[in-house]
């Protein structure tokens, strides 16, 4: 079966420190990953995506995150955590056998100490 | 500017009731997408849509039904078989390749 896994329900960390979010998926198939980001009382915001080009992704506002088919995960990061990054973050996995069927994770809330 | 849009943002519904939430997008995209947000769920897929007058049920299809007669339009109807519909709905689109998933503004259903 194919699905996505969020490893970390909830991560804290302080401001300054990295930020380390885990994400591993299961599937026979080479699959398009995406990172989004849901700020309280916002909409979806697509922080990244790997589509089978280069391993390593950057995205926006200083995150990226790398994709190692040997360990089946896409987890992302960030050197160094700001007050605005707060927020809910969504792992999310397209695979194109199931006609483009985008699973999501069940999403990691980032809290960001001062 | 293109978008998704949600209507209504909040919606009320009474025992035994069915509701139809919109989604309309004038993005020219073909896939649209139904979710259902849950507080420590995440997103679960209750419809899905690849192209006009063709659909599949997702995860949770249960107790919902939709319709894709128009390519702009992907209403979610919640039945009254749908026992526990109080959740945030969320309505996406994707043009083609998936590569950019957008969302509308969502939908807040309680239950009176």
């Known amino acids: 079966a194919q699905s996505v896994t969020q490893l970390d329900s909830h991560v804290s960390v302080s401001e300054g420190t990295p930020v380390l979010l885990r994400c591993n998926y299961s599937?026979?198939?080479?699959?398009?990953l995406f990172w989004y980001v849901q700020h309280p009382n916002k909409g979806l915001q697509l922080l990244l995506k790997?589509?089978?080009?280069?391993?390593l992704v950057k995205g926006i506002n200083g995150f990226e995150a790398e994709f190692k088919k040997s360990e089946t995960s896409f987890h992302l990061t960030k050197p160094s955590a700001h007050m605005s990054d707060a927020a809910e973050y969504f792992c999310?996995?397209?695979?194109?056998?199931?006609?483009?069927?985008?699973?999501f994770g069940q999403g990691t809330e980032l809290s960001v100490k001062p | 500017d293109g978008g998704i849009t949600q209507s209504p943002k909040y919606l009320f519904r009474k025992e035994g009731q069915n509701v139809t939430l919109s989604c309309e997008q004038n993005?020219?995209?073909?896939?649209m997408y139904w979710y259902r947000q849950d507080p420590g769920q995440g997103l679960r897929l209750i419809y899905y849509?690849?192209?006009?007058?063709?659909?599949q049920k997702g995860d949770i299809a249960e107790g919902y039904s939709v319709s894709r007669e128009k390519k702009e339009s992907f209403p979610l109807t919640v039945t009254s078989a749908q026992k526990n519909p109080t959740a945030f709905y969320l309505c996406?689109?994707?043009?083609?390749?998936?590569?950019?998933?957008?969302f509308g503004s969502g939908t807040q259903l309680s239950v009176l």
């Open positions: 996406a689109s994707t043009g083609r390749g998936n590569e950019k998933l957008f």
């Open positions: 599937s026979s198939y080479s699959p398009s």
């Open positions: 790997y589509t089978s080009a280069a391993t």
């Open positions: 999310v996995v397209s695979f194109y056998n199931q006609g483009g069927k985008l699973i």
């Open positions: 993005l020219n995209h073909d896939a």
């Open positions: 849509s690849q192209i006009v007058n063709d659909f």
